[in-house]
Structures are given as structure tokens and as C-alpha cells.
């Protein structure tokens, strides 16, 4: 069982919550969203992974009305995580490692570690590579929906996503945050470059925020070898909450028994020791039946039926916990 203060249990890879701070200028206390301070309390936040994504290509032209200078929008989406854990720090602190997750729960805090979706801003410099790292970044999605100096995403075409995977850059990449000890998230690439990443990582990896391709026919979740795959490496899949990728009945909903189904088939295929969550939060557009991250806690009822305590604990944040001090 846990050895977390009461209440502090969850580790969720994934949410676009600093993007929602960046849009509405707004700190962790103010927002509106899936996550503020007090849902986070609520639901049981051991440590949130706060992405700073990179909207590029035509994204950023609908979101901002122009083409973006995407190291330059890194830096100012790095500020508003920085000023927004600054505000929040009586009750979250960073975490550069796992040790520090340990250490903040001791002292009653919770923790928010800084990850990357999309290294587009990399834009083929490994010095900037260097660079996020020493702000504090220990993740990076290698992709989003477009081609980037990594390499490619994953593509409804069967003939891109099967073909076209990391580039020599991206290999580069990856060997690189081997060393320095950042975790490579494979959500959103191609099937192509996850083999790849099989093929060159010496790290377990994780899929941040994805589901599984056997119960939801969508190129970004995975096939069963993937999951296999992954689980082979030591790596996690974190169960995103979007209604597209978990089912396909077309009704912008996602509900409990969605997660439960595909949580349980993980389970089958790959193992307990490859379940995490990864909910997507505020960058997701479907209803949620459970609401925002208050109401994780009716995930984790929903799964006792099916887990032991110590299984559930594994799920919750023990799982990524091994994969983030196997990079040391």
C-alpha cells in the first residue's frame, strides 16, 4: 500500500492546463477547467505533469491568428508555468525527479512536474534540447499532429503511419534524453516512430495521454503489440480521458465504464505494471461523466471491483514513479 499522505495518490500524465493559463491569463487558483488547485486537491493529486504545448502550422493560426515562432512561444509558456507554481507554492511544488515527489508529499505538498507536447520548437538544435532540460522540462511528447525536425505523427494513412517514423535528428534526440534522464512520451507519433523508439531507446517510455487501439479504431492508440511493446521496455500507457479515443459512439461523452474497459485491457495485453493515467485535461472537448479531476476518485471505485490495493497503487502513480527513477 501507499506510503503518500492520506489523500495524496494520483499521478496524472498529462494535461494542457498552462495553455488554458496562457488563453485566459489566468493562475492555478483561477481556472475554470478540469484542473485548478482545488480539484486537484479534491481528487487526490499526487504529482500533475503540466505540458507546455506548442500549438504550430495551421493550430496556431486559428488559436492565435498567425504563424507562431515556436521557441519563442516555449519561452513564454515556460513563464506562465513558472509564475503559476510561484503563485501556488503553499500547497505545489516542482519536481526535477522522483525523489522530489516522495519529498514534497512528506512535507504535505503536492507536485507538479514540466513536460513538453511537441518538440517542434527544437526545430533541429540540440542545444535547445540541453536548454529545456535545465528549465526543468523531464518529458517531451516527440510529437504532435505534424511533421516536426523529430520526426513524423501518427496519420490516419495507413502507408504515413506505418512507414514514416523518427528522423536521424530524432534518434539523436532520443539517445540524448537517455543521458540526461527525461522521459520520451510517444503519444501522438507515428506507429512507425514508437518501433523506433523501441528500437533506440534504453529507457522505459511511456504513451502520456493514450488508448487502446483494439477497443477504438484511432491511429493515436495503440495495437496490442504495442502495448506489448511498451510494456516489454518498462514503459506506461496513461488512459487518456478523451470520448474519441476511448469509444465511438459519436456522443462528445466519455464515461467511467469507458476508462474501466480500456484500463482492463491493458491489464489483459500488457500487464498492471504498464497502467497510468494520462487524462488530457483542459485538452479535451467531450463531457465527462466523472466531471474534471475531483471526480477521479469514482475511477479508482470503479476499478476496485477488478484490482487489488496494492494494483490500484501501481495505476495511481507507483508505475510512472518506476519509470521516472529508471531514468537516473
Known sequence: MSTFPNGMNIVDLHCDTILSCFM?????????????????????????????????????VRQFGHEVDTWDLYNQLLAIYKDAVADASDVLRPAL??????????????????TIEDAVELEGKMERLEQVYKDGVRMIALTWNFENSVGFPNSRDPEK??????????????????????IVDVSHLSEAGFYDIVKY????????????????????????????????????????????????????????????????????????????????????GSKLEFKDYSG?????????????????????????????????
Open 24 to 60: 485566459g491569463k489566468k493562475n492555478f487558483r483561477e481556472l475554470e477547467g478540469h484542473i485548478n488547485l482545488d480539484k486537484l486537491k479534491a481528487g487526490g493529486c499526487l504529482a500533475q505533469c503540466f505540458a507546455l504545448f506548442i500549438p504550430s502550422n495551421e493550430l496556431a
Open 97 to 114: 525527479s522522483c525523489s522530489d515527489i516522495v519529498e514534497n508529499s512528506k512535507n504535505g505538498y503536492m507536485s507538479s512536474i514540466l
Open 161 to 182: 503511419h506505418l512507414k514514416l517514423g523518427l528522423k536521424p535528428f530524432g534518434i539523436e534526440v532520443v539517445q540524448r534524453m537517455n543521458e540526461l534522464g527525461m
Open 201 to 284: 531507446t534504453k529507457k522505459p517510455f511511456v504513451a502520456s495521454h493514450s488508448c487502446c487501439r483494439a477497443l477504438r479504431d484511432h491511429s493515436r492508440n495503440l495495437t496490442d503489440d504495442q502495448l506489448k511493446a511498451l510494456a516489454d521496455k518498462g514503459g506506461v500507457v496513461g488512459i487518456n480521458f478523451c470520448d474519441d479515443f476511448l469509444n465511438d459512439r459519436g456522443e462528445h461523452y466519455s464515461t467511467i465504464e469507458d476508462v474501466v474497459r480500456h484500463i482492463l485491457h491493458i491489464r489483459d495485453k500488457a500487464g498492471v505494471d504498464s497502467i497510468a493515467i494520462g487524462s488530457d485535461f483542459d485538452g479535451i
Open 296 to 328: 477521479l476518485p469514482l475511477i479508482l471505485n470503479a476499478l476496485e471491483p477488478y484490482f487489488t490495493a496494492d494494483e490500484l497503487e501501481k495505476i495511481c502513480h507507483d508505475n510512472f514513479l518506476r519509470v521516472f527513477a529508471d531514468q537516473a
